[in-house]
């Protein structure tokens, strides 16, 4: 573990540095959002402004569209794509971090996919901590904190005209290593920077308590707050693009002329599709058997299979759902009426 | 490149023969594959019960179950309606052409454990193509098992699969029994005439150390168990087999999911005991 100070004056030195060494992906604004992106050489892009991202970094990780294979249309041969690239993404929240370490889990459930773990090994992430958490979020209900380490490499604190960093991780040390020219030896600022993680968790506005909503998500299947909280959802699959924690995908053949490739894209269970059996029978065919899903595989199949809750409380399903439809209103409703 | 490393990576098979299994808008195709590479034909092991990605490059796969048991020899059998953009690219595959193999996925109906046991299969239409490789198996182990019943029916005659080897069956008493029917009265035909779920209580079977296995439209399997319970099974005693759409067949892509159930890993193949805790296996 190294603990540094990077002044903010040093803040274009400390970017390239990192880009020199990896490829970089940063925040970048991009119309009225966030989203994360290979640094473009804008050295004075600073975080001064952002405050969290709309689409979280698992695109990092987790393309929106990733070549699996490609082929000649009538050949069998078959080749991979270009190895992936050593990537250092600067600037993420903790609870993305947080859900990468959830992802992770799902990735290796007995079988690895080779995809993700080379792209998640490839992957060192340098997260800030919030010290003015969002209106919707919610991390402390789940285990998480303003300051959390869990899945990160390196924890970065804003201190006013500095930036206190530590490393959390082998990966996150050298990282550090890399930008070392525009880094200086901590002295204290380690618990300053505590404090202000632990005043940021005083301004959480938002909970719930998780006790027992995996046990009352199997008892309330029926029940009739399934149709009142889908009601109002127009099936558009924000909540699920935008989720850091999901990573469900499609399966395509993409050909062009000869030149074929079949690539994976990011999916939702928000769509009527993602379940249609060719038949035209569908499991799941409306909207609140799929917001049922949904809610289901955050806080029941996944807590059965991997004893933790796949949900961040990030707070970005509640902010960006065009009808305000609300994840902590569905799990209070939950928890009163099942 | 080894599919022990990437699981997305399909192997080439080899068509060796093909044939008609039904004809029509909704056709049945059954075949009979190989695999091209001698080290993954050697090194393929498959269960009764389990599945396959198969498919075609530049179109696509689809999880299709094996109808074709590990008694039979070293190749793998697969009977495809046509339905979609990849079943309409199987059904023009030729004696000669590849197709995309990957797998095997998902568990297997635990023969093993059944040894002993009376096995009665109740199959409806192509759901006769993953319940086709317990009938092989058990045929090819018949000593291990007390007795073999094979109930099946479809719509019409054109609507059957595998007519010929279940006429074969119905010649060898001794080992086994199989009862036909079609839903509708048919100039010719000497079978039962009816829906399945009758002719299951027509059989009458005895639950008495026996096995149910069903597969078929869910409106079939509804009353299928229905009338096993009716005729004294116990939930134990009945297996199904699942299909829900799917992509990776690995348990990442999530769409196959019945409630917290993964039909690519913790199925196909479920007990009526587990399954009856799954308001959504039902949907």
């Known amino acids: ?155 970065m604190v804003d201190l006013g005209d500095k930036y206190y960093l530590r490393s959390v991780t082998d990966k996150g040390s050298r990282i550090l290593g890399d930008a070392e020219s525009a880094l200086e030896d901590a002295s204290g600022e380690g618990s300053q920077a505590e404090e202000i993680i632990k005043e940021a968790e005083g301004k959480i506005k938002r909970s ?30 924000a909540c699920t693009f935008l989720c850091p924690t999901c990573h469900c995908f499609d399966i395509q053949d993409e050909v062009e002329g000869f030149d074929g490739r079949r690539c994976r894209m990011w999916d939702s269970c928000m769509f009527g599709e993602y379940t249609l059996h060719t038949s035209g029978h569908n499991p ?3 909207r609140k058997e799929r917001t049922r899903n949904r809610i289901s595989h955050k806080y029941r199949y996944y807590v059965e299979k991997f004893d933790k809750i796949a949900c961040v409380g990030c707070g970005r399903c509640i902010t960006s759902c065009p009808v305000n439809i609300d994840i902590l209103d569905i799990l209070s409703r939950v928890k009163e009426e099942l | 490149m080894s599919n022990k490393e990437n699981p997305y990576i399909p192997h080439m098979a080899k068509v060796e023969d093909t044939w008609y299994e039904t004809h029509g808008e909704r056709a049945i195709k059954t075949f009979r594959v190989v695999f091209e590479d001698e080290e993954v034909k050697e090194s393929w092991e498959h269960l009764p019960g389990q599945c396959a990605m198969i498919g075609v490059l530049g179109v696509g796969e689809s999880m299709i179950s094996i109808s074709s048991s590990p008694t039979e020899g070293k190749f793998l059998r697969f009977s495809v309606m046509r339905m979609g953009k990849v079943t309409q690219a199987l059904h023009q595959l030729e004696p000669g052409d590849s197709m995309t193999v990957r797998g095997p996925y998902g568990n297997n109906f635990p023969l093993e454990e059944w040894k002993g046991k009376k096995i009665l299969t109740i199959g409806g239409g192509i759901g006769q193509a993953p319940l086709r490789p317990i ?140 399954l009856k805790q799954v308001p959504e296996a039902f949907a």
């Open chain 2, 135 to 274: 009938v092989e198996y058990v045929r090819a182990n018949i000593n291990d098992y007390q007795d073999l019943t094979v109930i099946y029916g479809a719509r019409t005659t054109n609507d059957l699969c595998f007519k010929q080897e279940l006429e074969d069956l119905r010649e060898c008493q001794e080992v086994s029994s199989c009862h036909l029917s079609i839903d509708i009265e048919e100039e010719g035909w000497s079978h039962f005439v009816g829906f399945v779920p009758t002719l299951l209580m027509e059989v009458n079977p005895s639950p008495e150390n026996t096995i149910a296995i069903t597969c078929g439209p869910p409106i079939m399997i509804k009353f299928v168990l229905e009338n096993l319970k009716k005729l004294g099974f116990e939930d134990e005693q009945i297996y199904t087999t699942l299909e829900n759409r799917m992509k990776c067949g690995i348990g990442k892509c999530g769409r196959c999911n019945a409630g917290p159930l993964y039909v690519c890993k913790d199925g196909p193949v479920f007990n009526y005991a587990t």
């Open chain 1, 284 to 286: 799941r065919p409306s």
């Open chain 1, 208 to 237: 719930i308590d998780t006790e027992g909503i995996r046990e009352k998500l199997e008892e309330g299947w029926e029940a009739p707050l399934w149709d009142e909280v889908s009601r109002a959802c127009l099936g558009c699959g």
């Open chain 1, 1 to 155: 573990m190294s603990e540094k100070v990077l002044q903010k004056a040093n803040w274009s030195s400390f970017v390239q540095a990192l880009a020199d060494a990896r490829e970089l992906w940063f925040p970048v604004k991009d119309g009225p959002i966030y989203k994360f992106a290979p640094y473009s050489g804008d050295v004075d892009a600073g975080l001064e402004e952002y405050a969290y991202s709309s689409v979280p970094p698992k695109a990092v990780v987790l393309p929106q569209t990733e070549t699996m294979f490609l082929y000649q249309v009538g050949d069998k041969e078959i080749s991979l794509p270009e190895e992936k690239k050593e990537k250092v993404v600067l600037g993420a929240r903790p609870c993305d971090a947080r859900a990468m370490d959830i992802v992770d889990r799902v990735f290796q459930w007995d079988e690895d996919d080779p995809y993700y773990l080379e792209n998640r090994n490839k992957t060192a992430v340098i997260g800030l901590a919030c010290n003015e958490p969002f209106v919707n979020c919610f991390c402390t209900s789940l285990d998480g904190s303003p300051g959390s380490t869990q899945g990160l490499d390196v924890l």
